[in-house]
C-alpha cells in the first residue's frame, strides 16, 4: 500500500473513536455475537483491527484475540484502551497475514475494500488461506454501493452527529462520495464540523459478490454462507451490506 494510503489512515484515526461511538449497540452487538459464534472458543484474526472496536469485546467473550493494522495511530489508540493487553497486535499491512496461526475464525469488517488493487486482494486471501485452521472460517464484510453515487459529482452520503471526545465540541460529520464504477473506487470526502472543522479524505475499492468469491476460489476458499446484516438474515437483491463466510473449499 502506498505512502498516500497510510497518510490517510494517519490523520482517519484522529476522528475515528468519536465516529464509532455515535453506532448504535444495534450494529455492534449482533456482529461481536455472530463472530463469537463463529469463532467458537478458537484463536481469532481480526485484520485492520483499528482501534479494536471488535477486537475487544471479542476478547471480552473469552475468545484469543490477535490483530494488524497499517496505522499506528490506530493501534497507539488501541493499546490505551482497558483490555488491549490481552490482545496479540502488530503494526501491517493486512494481506501479508502477518502472523503464523492458525486460527479458527479470521474477520475483517468494513476494511477489505481498503485494498485498492484486486492483486492485493487476492494475495489477501492467498495469506488468510494460508493460516486458517481446519474447519476454520473466514468472514468479511463488505458494501453495494448505492446506484446513485455514480455520477460526476459529490453526493452527500451520510450525515450524523459525533459525541465529543476527541474535538473540543459535539461536531457533525457530513460524508461526500463520488463513485468511479469502472475502475471500481469510492472516493469519500468526511467534512468533521466543530468548532475546528475538519476533511479527510479516503478512497475504497468496492467488490461485487461474485467477484468477491473469484478471489477466494482463486485462493483455495469457497463460500460457506452470505447474509445482507449481522442479524443473519437473507442476502437478497436489495442488500446494501455483504456479510460473507468462506472455508477451504
Known amino acids: 500500500m502506498d505512502a498516500h494510503a497510510v497518510n490517510n489512515y494517519e490523520s482517519y484515526a484522529e476522528f475515528y473513536d ?10 455492534m452487538t449482533p456482529c461481536v455475537n455472530m463472530l463469537a459464534d463463529i469463532a ?7 485484520l485492520a483491527v483499528g482501534t479494536g472496536r471488535i477486537a475487544l469485546p471479542l476478547s471480552q467473550r473469552g475468545i484469543e ?11 497507539a489508540r488501541l493499546r490505551r484502551k482497558p483490555g488491549a493487553e490481552k490482545l496479540s497486535i ?7 497475514v502477518p502472523f503464523e496461526g492458525p ?4 474477520y475483517c469488517v468494513a476494511s477489505f475494500e481498503y485494498l485498492l488493487k484486486q492483486e492485493d486482494q487476492l494475495r489477501f486471501f492467498v495469506n488468510v488461506e494460508k493460516r486458517l485452521a ?18 460526476n459529482d459529490f453526493r452527500l452520503n451520510r450525515m450524523s452527529d459525533l459525541p465529543s471526545g476527541d474535538f473540543e465540541m459535539a ?21 468533521v464540523l466543530g468548532e475546528k472543522p475538519k476533511v ?19 485462493a483455495g476458499l469457497a463460500l460457506h454462507a452470505r447474509w445482507g446484516n449481522w442479524q443473519r438474515d437473507t442476502f437478497v437483491s436489495t442488500s446494501r451490506l455483504v456479510i460473507s463466510e468462506y472455508r477451504r473449499a
Open 200 to 218: 479527510f479524505h479516503h478512497k475504497i475499492r468496492f467488490v461485487w459478490p461474485n467477484e468477491l468469491d473469484l478471489l477466494a476460489r482463486c
Open 18 to 27: 468519536s465516529w464509532q461511538d455515535s453506532w448504535p449497540e444495534s450494529v
Open 90 to 96: 502488530t503494526q501491517g499491512d493486512m494481506a501479508d
Open 171 to 191: 461536531s457533525v460529520m457530513l460524508m461526500g462520495v463520488k463513485g468511479d464504477p469502472v475502475n471500481q473506487f469510492l472516493d469519500q470526502r468526511i467534512m
Open 65 to 75: 484475540v490477535s490483530g494488524v493494522d497499517l496505522s499506528e495511530s490506530m493501534l
Open 103 to 106: 486460527f479458527g475464525l479470521i
Open 40 to 46: 467458537a472458543g478458537r484463536p481469532a484474526l481480526e
Open 134 to 151: 481446519t474447519g476454520g472460517s473466514l468472514i468479511i464484510q463488505t458494501i453495494i454501493p448505492n446506484d446513485a453515487i455514480f455520477s
